[in-house]
């Protein structure tokens, strides 16, 4: 379910399943969770997820200081307190020799901290290749560097891990992003990922190293975390042959008026 903040607004969401099963919801701190058990035998099940956004971040440049350097915010103790994991290893971000060494070359405590970010946003996007079998969705950091290539889970977990190092609290996000006609953007055809870095301003701002672009009124947020294993799109049990597919198709179009809706299928 998409989140509602001063980025977007979710004005519907609906989710059924098929067999019919009675969905229940409740709120985490980073964002909602649907749950369900379906005890009746079946052989296939599908989840259908239906939601419309409004979404307000035209411009996020208007939100960043490019001139002057603005490092000692990340200084406050009490900064440190309250985002303490944001700024550690967890299980998809790991503080490697390489990670720290990217992050450190590109670091220039004389610039803005927006400088570093978008650069290092850039470096991602031109170091490494958009390869949909170059890593799977456990893939860790060291198997990314090493292939050189991943896909927009793996892009966000080494731009997080860039981030940290520099002591930048930094989150997962799963979500949508709409790319209309341009056919050189990755992401609409499964659930996206990119990165949100908490800025000087006290306001988080979202950059995805896939497409080398910060997330503006294309993006839909869903859930936030500390990486991939907190917010996994679809997560469960289920008794019965040991074989399984799962098939994941996601749809997202840009509507004139609150009549129609976007539609999202996992």
Same mark, same amino acid.
């Given at each position: 379910m998409p989140m509602s903040d001063a980025t977007q607004t979710c004005l519907d969401f609906r989710l059924e399943t098929t067999p019919y099963a009675k969905v229940s919801v409740h709120r985490e701190q980073g964002g909602f969770v649907h749950h369900f058990s379906l005890r009746e035998p079946h052989d296939h099940l599908q989840i259908l997820a239906t939601s419309l956004v409004e979404t307000h971040l035209a411009n996020p440049f208007a939100m960043l200081n490019l001139v002057w350097p603005d490092w000692e915010f990340y200084s406050e103790p009490s900064l440190a307190s309250q985002y303490y994991e944001y700024v550690c290893e967890s299980r998809y971000v790991d503080f490697l020799p390489e990670v720290r060494y990217r992050s450190n070359t590109l670091r220039n405590p004389k610039a803005p901290v927006a400088e570093f970010l978008i650069g290092m946003n850039r470096h991602i996007h031109e170091s490494f290749e958009y390869d949909q079998d170059a890593t799977h969705v456990n893939s860790r950091l060291d198997e990314v560097l090493a292939k050189r290539g991943g896909v927009c889970q793996d892009f966000a977990h080494l731009f997080i891990a860039c981030a940290r190092v520099a002591g930048i609290p930094a989150r997962y996000v799963s979500g949508y *992003?709409?790319?209309?006609?341009?056919?050189?953007? %990755?992401? /609409?055809?499964?659930?996206?990922?990119?990165? /949100?870095? *908490?800025?000087?301003?006290?306001?988080?701002?979202?950059?995805?190293? =896939?497409?080398? *672009? &910060?997330?503006?009124? %294309?993006? #839909?947020?869903?859930? #936030?975390? &500390?990486?991939?294993s907190e917010i996994t799109p679809t997560k469960g049990?289920? =008794?019965?042959?040991? =074989? /399984?597919? *799962? /098939? #994941?198709?996601v749809s997202v179009s840009e509507v004139s008026s609150q009549t129609d809706a976007v539609p999202t299928r996992a």
């Open positions: *992003l709409y790319v209309g006609n341009d056919a050189s953007m %990755r992401g /609409e055809q499964a659930t996206h990922a990119w990165a /949100e870095c *908490l800025m000087p301003n006290g306001k988080w701002m979202g950059f995805d190293p =896939t497409n080398n *672009l &910060l997330a503006n009124d %294309r993006y #839909v947020k869903a859930h #936030v975390g &500390l990486d991939y049990i289920y =008794t019965g042959y040991r =074989t /399984e597919r *799962l /098939e #994941v198709s």
